[in-house]
């Protein structure tokens, strides 16, 4: 076990307490973080109301607990706000955001190796399910900023190409797990690539295993996904497959279970993953899908381009292809494609 899961371990458990005799007067964290928004290029607006946000929290946990510092607050600290924010009456998609901002401001202490803080106050607390009017459950949304975050926050170069790619194409867990190094084109270059691959590309065969695909299906990827793949690249260990993800340690290939796996690993350490919930509210690899797809239809892409690049099943759906030119593609998946900043 690593030290710094020893240490978060222990300050789980209450045993020892990293902010005991940390003197946080005079310090704005808050202003801190607002100022690393700035500096990665965050709109005036979204800093604004994190902004907001973060300073009601501020307040709370002063008027509750008598002056304690935003820097020291606990899970109990973040409860008792959430309490507080329902009995206002705040919907359960504004709730999410509220906790949300409070969570990335965390995350961001816990990266920054001038705080001793190891682990998240707001990840227990956040991911409530929210309910439909007709009684039906509806998935947690996401917006891009919080995806971004989300992405980020992933420092493993595999793991985050694999998320990048999940989330910017809409592929399933077992598509991804059976790309073929031949089926992904970073640049221009297509020696030795699949038949059918295109530049900046990756080519989903549909006699892959698992796949419920009636037609090849070829995918734009941007340049944020050829950045992630290709550091990726650089790092991947040789192997006797040709697979596109393959295990650090031997170099065996992926399964669709152990892309679930990596997934959950990063969601639970996020606070998007809990094993007492359920799939309405925890971030599984079907969820990035849900993403990809909602996403793009709200930034109106064509639907039938859409329902093809997800390799739905409907009717029509194979003939799509013939009704679009690549550079058609091409032009709508770059006008529609959301930006993570990576």
């Known amino acids: ?111 920054s190796p001038l705080y001793p803080h190891v682990y998240n106050p707001a990840s227990k607390t956040r991911g409530s399910i929210k309910i439909n009017n007709d009684g039906r459950t509806v998935r947690r949304e996401v917006g891009v900023d919080e995806m971004a975050e989300f992405v980020r926050f992933i420092k493993h170069p595999r793991d985050r190409a694999m998320m990048v790619l999940l989330l910017k194409t809409g592929i399933r867990r077992t598509e991804l797990a059976n790309l073929k190094v031949r089926h992904v084109a970073l640049g221009d270059d297509l020696k030795g690539k699949q038949v059918g691959l295109k530049p900046m590309s990756i080519f989903v065969d549909s006699s892959m295993p698992g796949s419920k695909r009636k037609t090849d299906t070829t995918i734009p990827i941007d ?92 009717k029509n759906i194979i003939d799509i292809y013939t009704h679009y030119s690549w550079d058609e593609i091409r032009e709508q998946y770059d006008r529609h494609i959301y930006k993570f900043g990576i």
């Open 223 to 314: 340049d944020e996904c050829v950045r992630a793949l290709s550091t990726w690249m650089t790092i991947r260990p040789s192997s006797s497959t040709d697979a596109l993800f393959v295990q650090l340690n031997y170099g065996g290939g992926f399964g669709g279970e152990r892309v679930t796996r990596r997934v959950r690993k990063w969601a639970r350490k996020y606070g998007w993953w809990d094993p007492n919930a359920d799939l309405t509210t925890n971030v599984t690899p079907h969820y990035f899908r849900h993403f990809f797809t909602s996403h793009m239809r709200k930034r109106g892409m064509d639907e039938p381009l859409l329902a093809y690049l997800r390799g739905d099943t409907g």
């Open 1 to 111: 076990m690593r030290a710094l899961d020893k240490v978060e371990r222990a300050r789980k458990w209450g045993l020892v307490d990293p902010l005991e005799g940390i003197d946080f007067t005079g310090v704005d964290l808050i202003g801190e973080f607002l100022e690393e928004l700035e500096i990665k290029g965050r709109s005036p607006n979204t800093i604004h109301n994190y902004e907001l946000i973060l300073r009601q929290f501020e307040q709370h946990i002063e008027n509750d607990k008598s002056g304690v510092h935003v820097g020291k607050a606990t899970d109990q600290d973040v409860f008792s706000w959430k309490k507080e924010l329902t009995k206002r009456g705040l919907s359960g998609s504004t709730l999410e955001m509220y906790l949300t901002s409070l969570a990335s401001f965390y995350n961001f202490l816990i990266e």
